[in-house]
């Protein structure tokens, strides 16, 4: 794929949310994600708890009582653009637009990763996950947008059916270079720019066999799945989607 | 009958309905790209579809008994996590004034207790008109009593203040020299025609574009 499809740098690249995961395989105690939380926050001032509550509920008897509780902790930076999500399994960090750059995110997430180990120390790593969520906004031609102009994922339908008014794909694979399963899904979502269309690629690739558990294997998987991830996205778009990377659609240079 | 319903405590912000979501699909996310609006709606007819509709309200209470200063920090956070689903096409500086102008709005210090939070559907209007107008030089913004975003542009003499009101609505407020006349115009329509609108008195005077 890497012939066929070099992997290119934008400009204003359409990252609408980069995700990395650490998933342990034993939890975290409630402790552990207070210390993490505390050493972390000179970089993320603000702190959200979220509780995630279960319940059981006996509609016959009218009962319910809560049967687990967790919390997960959510720190942001003061532009609520960076985010630290440490739940009792993992913790995961977020870049929502800006997205300044890979070699900015890696720097963040090694930062973050130094922060849990330092609490942690050693603990066995279940999953290694990287997701980037894409969002292509397109111009309605005529009140239409053709999504085989600008994108080589698509439902294809017979004409017979008339006009698409929305539509939502996932399709799984299996990544033997990377030992990791892919997922990619595509979905027509509202536009906040007037007079368009968005359209969501969303490329999810997560290790869960033979998990990398050394500093440098994990940073070196990641630049592999990075520069994969890329290939499958401009294998993903048409030259028509490329030229309006740079269109002057934005508010300031 | 019997069955199990996961819940999530809404207090520390609505959009955090997005994570359960996709959560399942693999990597986590804590954010929705452009789908936010119908992703929050989806879930909250999830929450309707597994039979109990008092759980709205419930979360709707604790949203409503959170003191001032959670109540800023909220209409910031949700704000500024809107104003990401634009993605790059807000740049840095842009970001950075738009986001420094909220946070001095939305200061504890700076609020009166009376006026409505900032509403967010008006905020939604406001960032649409930018890129309606595109402006090239940036508005001062403010709130108004009732939580709507004021945007204004222009000096004494001539001067626009526009209004943002949910469901991309507009008024505005312009005095303007046309033709050696001074005028004054109060006006109201949708965000996406404003250029049309305000053709008329040469907005580029204002808007520096």
Known sequence: MSAEFPARQYRFPPITEAVVEFRFASPISRDEQDQISSKSAKYYPNLSEISNRHFHIEVDKGTAEVTETTTNLRRTNADENEIFLITPQSFNISQLPLYEGWVAFRQRFQRDWEIAKSI???RKLERLGIRFINRLDFPFEDDLVHPAKYLNVYINHPTQYGVMQSSAIQTRYFVEDLNANMTIQS????SPLPKHLGILLDIDIGREDDVPQKDDDIFTYFEQVRLFKNQVFEASITDATRERFSSDLRLGS | MTFALAVKD???SPLEFNAPLLSRMGVPTTHTAGALASIYNENRHHVRS???????TNVTSIFERQSLAAKLYAAKQSAK???????SRISQEWRKNLFWQLDELLSEEEWDEDNAILDLESWKSFLTGMFVIRPAKRPGIGITE??????????????????FRPGNEARWVLSAIVDAQFERSAESGSVLRLLERLAPYSPERWFGC
């Open chain 2, 146 to 163: 009732n939580g709507n975003v004021v945007a204004s542009w222009g000096n004494v003499s001539e001067h626009l203040d526009m209004e």
């Open chain 2, 10 to 12: 809404w207090s520390s």
């Open chain 1, 187 to 190: 979905a027509t979502v509202e």
């Open chain 2, 50 to 56: 597994n039979g109990d509709t008092d759980q709205e």
């Open chain 2, 81 to 87: 996590q809107y104003a990401s689903v634009f993605g």
């Open chain 1, 120 to 122: 942690l120390g050693y």
